[in-house]
């Protein structure tokens, strides 16, 4: 994907100029007080359908989003000194604690717990565990780093010989029935809402984001496509062994003897070394145990962004930093942030919102696909470009994708009472052949204007009206050929 800038407020735009962002310096990194000032140049074209609204909705207006902004805009604007060229654009997310919460303990061992206790009753000799004993009656909210990797193994025991499928199956049963001890809501519902935009608005500037886990990254898989947007393929750390037994004539993945573990602090250089390659150019952080990959991230690079998600708000999610209810320890990497030139993201004031706003998605209506393609093929009646590629995607928590046969695009969306709202819509700034730009510009006209919808499951059919029910467009499902 050729993409060169976000799209940003015609303020940010009409308070900087091109000399500003000609005269960035490579040599000076990020400075948590100081903004690193960028423009856009501006490709013209009659598409309302680029963003002039926030990308940001859920960060305050203040430097933690500021810089984020300006970062993004310098690394895709190639008269920048602080561009990167699209193969560089690796950026690195730790996934407890940075993209959704890890107290009172991390969501996997949540569900270590509760499967212990499911397993509980036919165990002989766990009643004598102490450990085990206070994990599964629920004497206590929080473990030590050491109690939760016994609690693991007692756990990974327990499962060996079981299919890696069957093991998958088992998260999948618990997610649908368990919810936060605090929040009292499904632990896949309590992702952070700025971190899903931080991650949109990579991603539409040519970003390839990885979740590095910190533990058993077959678990953080499972959501990493629903819940992130990241492909399964992107997220890496240390597995459960598996080998492979002939079952059924068929080849199959079971679990093998030993606990996933802690992932050592210094291991992760190697692991991003293994799966990626080379070093990130971002990296979202908040734990002295990701201490490694932020220096390698700052310092061996000129252009480059180091951030810390500070937990610092007690009335919305938790206040820890040198003393965690269990994993999360912040206190090194924090000493060392105004050194590195580390952003820190103070989550009390620097976030509006904290959650996922649950709001109706496709899948709660009619039955809107979520996770599939609808290739555009007609708008305002007329028939789009053969093989431009023009299409739409609904993803899981509800956010949209797509392409104008041109341009990538991204927003959000919710459906009430099958009246569909799409939010801000952020668009990538490639310039393509006229016709595919007079495209994109109807295109753009209408997504604006969309407000109903109609799919019809026989035909695999989606039709976009407006107000007055006229339609705006109309889509055919992309069927996999895996299907």
Known sequence: ??????????????????????????????????????????????????????????????????????????ATTEDSKGFLNP??????????????????????????????????????????????????????QSFTGPEMAALWATLAEKQVGLSQQESTQRIKTW?????????????????FQPMLEVLSLLKTNGFKCYILADQDADFTRIWSEEIFGIPREQVFGPFSPLTVEWRDELPVLVKQPARAGDISDNIKLVEIHRHIGRLPVICFANADSDLPVLLATTNQRTSSLGVIIHHTDQDR??????????????????????????????????????????????????????????????IGGVPVIESSGAMIRFEPQSQVSGSTGCNRFSCSFSIEAKTLVLGPIAMTRRACAPVIMEQESRMSQSLQRVANYKFDENTNSLQFFDKDSQLLMKFSRVIDSRE
């Not at 730790?94 to 270590?112: C, V, Y």
């Not at 009753?121 to 565990?129: F, I, K, L, Q, R």
């Not at 904290?354 to 093929?377: H, L, Y």
Request: net charge negative; hydrophobic share 40%; aromatic share 12%.
């Open 175 to 191: 997610a649908l029935q368990a919810n936060h001890p605090r929040f009292k809501q499904p632990y896949t519902d309590l992702a």
């Open 317 to 378: 999610e938790y206040f820890y930093d040198a003393q965690p209810s269990s994993t999360g320890k912040l206190t090194e990497a924090l000493t060392k942030a105004n050194l590195n030139h580390w952003l820190v993201v103070d989550m009390k004031t620097d976030w509006k919102n904290m959650f996922v706003e649950r709001k109706s998605t496709a899948d709660d209506f009619v039955g809107i696909p979520s996770g599939v393609d609808f290739a555009v093929e007609s």
């Open 87 to 140: 193969a560089a654009r690796v950026a690195i997310f730790d996934d407890d604690g940075t993209l959704w919460p890890e107290s009172p303990i991390p969501f996997r061992f949540a569900f270590a717990i509760d499967e212990l206790r499911r397993l509980n009753a036919s165990e002989p000799g766990w009643d004598t565990n102490d450990l085990l004993q206070a994990a599964i009656k629920g004497e206590r």
């Open 1 to 74: 994907m050729d993409c060169r800038s976000s799209c940003v407020s015609s303020r940010h735009r009409a308070r900087v100029s091109k000399e500003t962002i000609l005269n960035l310096s490579t040599a000076s990194r990020f400075r948590p007080l100081v903004f690193v000032a960028y423009t856009l140049v501006y490709f013209v074209v009659s598409s309302p359908c680029v963003s002039q609204d926030d990308l940001l909705p859920s960060w305050n207006e203040n430097a933690a989003k500021q810089s984020i902004l300006d970062f993004v805009a310098a």
